[in-house]
């Protein structure tokens, strides 16, 4: 994914415009997508990302890396920055996932990273759900363009958040699966002599029966 975003640089400076690339795990910011060539002005692994929802302004997004950097950025408009919030998680899973696949790690830690994608997604239908009420309930009546847009978005969002709860539903019974697993509860094999021993005695006892029986 690629695109204009806003990026705050200072208060002398203000919000400019970047140019921001998101491949292979890596988001890169360049002045323009004309200088693209000629190297990026910073970049940062999508792993090692917190990726925040701004509670107030629905075109703001935070980018933390703890204890190293933070960055402000501002879409275009609320349909931007979702497609930008839901790209950026998505490929945090995904990395984090596989990563921690492919390094033996237990089911417990893959969902971790997807309790902090479904925290992501939750963030912002509490931001979009607000907006449609406000929307609704506005006196005089709603527009029913912005409204449109409102419910749009906040139905893209439950999607996402559906699909993601459902990954962590399949995590959770694969976990369960594996603890709950039948045991191998069958006995070692007789040695010979103790088996030849059983036997026998069994036989006499059977004999011995028979006899009183009789």
């Not at 994914?1 to 919000?15: D, H």
């Not at 449609?132 to 847009?149: C, H, N, R, S």
Request: charged share 25%.
């Amino acid at each position: 994914m690629e695109g204009v975003l806003w990026k705050w640089t200072n208060y002398w400076s203000g919000w400019q415009t970047r140019w921001f690339v998101l491949e292979n795990g890596v988001l890169s910011y360049y002045n323009s997508q004309e200088e693209v060539n000629q190297g990026c002005k910073g970049s940062m692994k999508v792993s090692a990302l917190e990726i925040n929802v701004n509670p107030v302004d629905s075109t703001r997004m935070d980018l933390v890396i703890p204890g190293e950097q933070h960055i402000y950025l501002r879409a275009a408009n609320a349909q931007e920055r979702q497609q930008w919030l839901v790209t950026l998680g998505t490929t945090k899973a995904c990395i984090s996932t596989r990563s921690r696949k492919d390094s033996g790690e237990s089911n417990p830690d893959i969902l971790k990273v997807k309790k902090s994608e479904l925290r992501l997604y939750c963030d912002l239908l509490m931001q979009q759900v607000h907006t449609v009420k406000t929307e609704a309930t506005k006196e005089g009546g709603p527009e029913i363009q912005i409204l449109d847009e409102a419910t749009s978005l906040l139905g893209a969002t439950c999607d996402t958040f559906i699909k993601t709860l459902e990954e962590c539903i399949k995590i959770v019974n694969t976990s369960l699966s594996d603890v709950s697993a039948p045991a191998d509860n069958s006995l070692p094999p007789l040695p010979h002599n103790a088996s030849k021993s059983r036997g026998n005695k069994s036989v006499s006892h059977i004999v011995r029966s028979t006899s009183v029986d009789k």
